[in-house]
């Protein structure tokens, strides 16, 4: 059946083909949205990842555990492949649907290769008329744009036109890694048992586990429909307050070993998260950068991925789960300040707009909107 060198390619084609979605998904969704409801369609990718982790949890209580010395509890189980077979099971259907099913390429697309009769036909295939004229309007615009300065370069992030949009990225992208999402998603179970002296059992623990994806699902779902009505920094400003004042507690609660309370403020701190900087960061990036602005913003955020899940057993190790979460909480609190400060609201606005948006000086255009 193989041995572990297959498996070690078979995450590295993933992870390759993980990246390529994370820019092309967003930008995709992107072309084709109405400003209207732009931020609602562009938050079910993060959606369709919740569900996925959903699923992972579920069919993770077939996979043999680990006892105390190490060794699986069921060497004969192959139930870990069912896993894998499931996610290759669903991007066998999504294949066949690009191939057979949604066989348009994106509106912008076309116009930018002077389709523009062709981009019409496709935008009057999913939109009302006023919405065609209208999409077409901004295209035009846009190509406009393009043909005066020409593709946009790595090196463009740094003029005035996308340079502020580009820190603001970045630095959300940092702010939804180093709040420890990934820490909770990957160590849960350690998490949970707080200590050696934790009141569950390893049944509860597990159950409890698998219950962060019921918590998740609901609050991101939440989040793709209040996205359009209260805005994107409105949500950002609320749920990194909730995140760091439930972190905060959570670092308090664990120091004293409460581990109900604790466990209660981590479902806190998923709703904070669920509803705000875990989805709407996607929407938020794929409003206000350039497709190249959009590459650089994913690689810091996959940076700080790794980071987060290869210190956090050392941090656990050295700080215990009330250290950790400590220092998470602080990561918060600077966060909400940089998005009061810094983060402007993008809602409804056309991409000329927000790039005219972000070209003004940051104080002046977020104390307007405060």
């Known amino acids: 059946y193989g041995n572990i060198h297959s498996i070690y390619t078979g995450r590295l084609i993933v992870g390759f083909s993980i990246g390529l979605n994370s820019v092309i998904v967003p930008l995709f969704v992107r072309e084709w949205s109405p400003n209207q409801i732009r931020g609602t369609l562009t938050s079910f990718p993060p959606v369709s990842i919740v569900l996925g982790l959903f699923f992972a949890f579920v069919l993770g209580f077939g996979v043999p555990e680990y006892n105390d010395q190490g060794v699986y509890t069921d ?15 669903f991007n066998v259907i999504r294949l066949f649907s690009f191939l057979f099913i949604f066989r348009k390429e994106s509106p912008t697309y076309l116009y930018f290769k002077d389709q523009a009769e062709l981009c019409e036909q ?39 036109e996308f340079r502020r949009a580009t820190i603001v990225g970045i630095s959300l992208a940092l702010i939804q890694q180093f709040n420890g999402i990934n820490a909770v998603n990957y160590y849960s179970k350690v998490l949970m048992k707080g200590s050696p002296q934790s009141p ?10 698998n219950s962060i ?12 429909f209040m996205v359009d009505k209260a805005g994107r920094r409105t949500l950002f400003l609320w749920g990194v307050a909730v995140m760091a004042v439930s972190e905060s507690l959570l670092s308090y609660f664990s120091w004293n070993e409460m581990p109900i309370a604790s466990i209660c403020c981590l479902y806190v701190y998923l709703f904070g998260f669920g509803f705000s900087i875990g989805p709407v960061f996607w929407v938020y990036m794929a409003e206000i950068l350039p497709e190249k602005g959009i590459t650089v913003v994913l690689v810091t955020h996959w940076i700080g991925y790794f980071i ?9 190790d050295y700080l215990a789960v009330g250290g950790t979460f400590a220092i998470y909480s602080i990561i918060c609190l600077i966060g909400l300040i940089f998005i009061y400060l810094a983060v402007p609201e993008t809602k ?9 948006l972000f070209s003004k000086k940051a104080t002046k255009v977020v104390q307007a909107q405060n």
Do not use: C, H
């Open 75 to 89: 060497q004969g189980n192959e139930w870990w492949r069912l896993t894998l077979g499931f996610g290759a099971l």
């Open 200 to 209: 569950f059992s390893q049944t509860t623990i597990t159950i409890l586990t």
């Open 308 to 316: 987060v899940v290869k210190s956090l057993p050392y941090m656990v």
């Open 213 to 224: 994806t019921l918590v998740k699902l609901p609050t991101v779902l939440f989040s793709s």
């Open 348 to 356: 409804g606005l056309s991409r000329p707009q927000i790039i005219n």
């Open 122 to 160: 496709t935008l009057a295939s999913i939109y009302k008329v006023k919405t065609v004229k209208s999409k077409l309007n901004t295209l035009k615009l846009e190509r406009e744009a393009f043909l005066k300065k020409g593709e946009d370069t790595f090196l463009d992030l740094l003029n005035p």
